[in-house]
């Protein structure tokens, strides 16, 4: 089977897919997160964790997608501060798109928790002997390191992603390049 790669004018179809699956997956899991936080809904706790490993699978085939392919080219000349910034928001967007699967594994998993993937077990929940109910903890300061992570690392997530769009809504009404339409699968 031969891979077929992104190409100056088009986007290649397991690009345009590996994008927009893992936006939807991040948009999803960051809004999931921020709700569960504010409203203490916690009851959607076993979904975000079953999301987060698909998305943490997906953002691995991204990124091997990515090293397999290269970086898109630009579409026109920019200035060079423009183009850095790009660079930046990417490295930043990939970056968290692998740390916070894994901060939210070693989080729930250190923590006792558990993790599983829509009901299979991938990481075992650890009772309380005394309190069946409560989880122990296999490793506190791993699991607190793992929360802390996970909380910077979605607010820089947050505002990648919203460069990330500014960007594509700049490139498209002022630029008025095919940047946005190229990830839309558009010549």
Do not use: C
Request: hydrophobic content about 45%.
């Amino acid at each position: 089977m031969k891979l077929i790669k992104d190409t100056p004018l088009t986007l290649s179809k397991t690009t345009i897919s590996l994008h927009w699956i893992v936006a939807v997956l991040i948009i999803g899991l960051l809004g999931s997160g921020l709700y569960m936080e504010n409203f203490e809904a916690f009851f959607l706790m076993s979904w975000h964790k079953s999301f987060g490993v698909l998305l943490f699978a997906f953002a691995l085939l991204r990124v091997t997608w990515r090293i397999i392919n290269g970086w898109p080219k630009h579409t026109n000349t920019h200035p060079q501060y423009e183009m850095i910034l790009a660079k930046v928001i990417h490295y930043v967007l990939i970056i968290s798109m692998l740390l916070m699967p894994i901060s939210g594994l070693i989080t729930s998993g250190m923590g006792g928790h558990g993790v599983d993937l829509f009901g299979l077990e991938i990481i075992p929940h650890n009772p309380n002997p005394e309190n069946p109910q409560r989880s122990m903890p296999f490793s506190e300061s791993w699991s607190d390191l793992g929360k802390t992570v996970h909380g910077i690392t979605a607010n820089a997530l947050l505002v990648a992603l919203g460069l990330h769009i500014v960007g594509a809504i700049k490139h498209h009404v002022i630029d008025k390049d095919n940047t946005l339409t190229r990830m839309l699968g558009k010549k």
